[in-house]
């Protein structure tokens, strides 16, 4: 499995907001969409806000790669699905770390409909 460059992985990280654009199935870009991304040990995590109804999430989940932007850095990725529980509340403490300060947004993205598009982002070689 690939791992982000400490540089890059503490840039985007560091970023308030993240823009996401997942590959369709002829493989173009979709738009980017402005999300929030979180860190949890050395990977990077994003959730859609609209839970599984989100048109950028089911793009992403379906084509599983797509590309970045944040913090001056840009990355081609891959989008993998987590569903562990155990994870899933270590990403809610850095939502609730790093957007705190949003307190009527956060809540939200650390309900049970967002965590079920915890999505880890991997960079492509």
Do not use: C
Not at 57 to 77: C, K, L, P, Y
Not at 85 to 107: C, E, M
């Amino acid at each position: 499995m690939n791992t982000w460059n400490t540089e890059t992985l503490e840039r985007i990280a560091a970023a308030e907001e993240l823009e996401i654009a997942p590959r369709r199935g002829d493989g173009s870009l979709r738009e980017p969409t402005t999300i929030w991304v979180v860190r949890e040990g050395d990977e990077l995590y994003v959730r859609s806000w609209r839970g599984t109804r989100g048109t950028w999430w089911n793009t992403a989940r379906t084509s599983n790669a797509g590309h970045i932007t944040a913090g001056g850095e840009e990355a081609d990725v891959t989008f993998t699905v987590e569903s562990d529980p155990a994870l899933n509340d270590r990403v809610d403490a850095a939502y609730r770390a790093k957007y705190g300060h949003y307190s009527g947004y956060v809540k939200p993205m650390i309900g049970e409909q967002a965590r079920a598009t915890t999505l880890r982002l991997t960079p492509q070689p």
